[in-house]
T-cell receptor
């Protein structure tokens, strides 16, 4: 069966510090991978998605970046965190055959920037 | 462009009462529609989805939703609320030809004893 992991589960970082959040998927190959940010009252904001190794699509211009160094690994990064980067970050995957299939979400990372 | 509107950021119902969570979408092409549930500090879990075929879709935990093209709606219902249904619910839309899903802002359901 497929599983998705995210770490860390919680993170408290000072403004201006770097960020690296990792997401890995097991039990499937060539998944589509997604990063979302969830802020209170704003639903899920799609940040990045990837349909293959090294292929990253950015949805929102900001100080975050994403990389996919391996088929089942998706990393969210920042060089300098802002207060507004606080939120709940969710990684998700779905089968590469398309969006008629649901997404499977990881447990999330709660990021607090102070 | 696609969009999703969830009316009511907070809904309260009594235990045993009908649950109705509203979702309206905007799409110029046939949509794929999803309802997800999120418990505190967890990821989202799929409740049900509509892609094609029967417009009344049954999901897990006794929930169901009906796709009404004429009303551009996909409301979520459950005949009898249970305390364990208290959570946040998200409606999402997508369509063929894209890899993206658009989510609504969510509805937090509170179940009163």
């Amino acid at each position: 069966s497929q599983t998705i992991h995210q770490w860390p589960a919680t993170l408290v970082q000072p403004v201006g510090s770097p960020l690296s959040l990792e997401c890995t998927v097991e039990g499937t190959s060539n998944p589509n991978l997604y990063w979302y940010r969830q802020a209170a009252g704003r639903g899920l904001q799609l940040l990045f998605y990837s349909v293959g190794i090294g292929q990253i699509s950015s949805e929102v211009p900001q100080n975050l970046s994403a990389s996919r160094p391996q088929d089942r690994q998706f990393i969210l990064s920042s060089k300098k965190l802002l207060l507004s980067d606080s939120g709940f970050y969710l990684c998700a995957w779905n089968t590469g055959t398309g969006v008629r299939h649901e997404q499977f979400f990881g447990p999330g990372t709660r990021l607090t920037v102070l | 462009a696609q969009s999703v509107t969830q009316l009511g950021s907070h809904v309260s119902v009594s235990e045993g009462a009908l649950v109705l969570l509203r979702c309206n979408y905007s799409s110029s092409v046939p949509p794929y529609l999803f309802w997800y549930v999120q418990y505190p500090n967890q990821g989202l879990q799929l409740l049900l989805k509509y892609t094609t075929g029967a417009t009344l879709v049954k999901g897990i935990n006794g929930f169901e939703a009906e796709f009404k093209k004429s009303e551009t709606s996909f409301h979520l219902t459950k005949p009898s609320a249970h305390m364990s249904d208290a959570a946040e619910y998200f409606c999402a839309v997508s369509h063929s030809g894209t890899y993206k899903y658009i989510f609504g802002t969510g509805t937090r359901l509170k179940v009163l004893a």
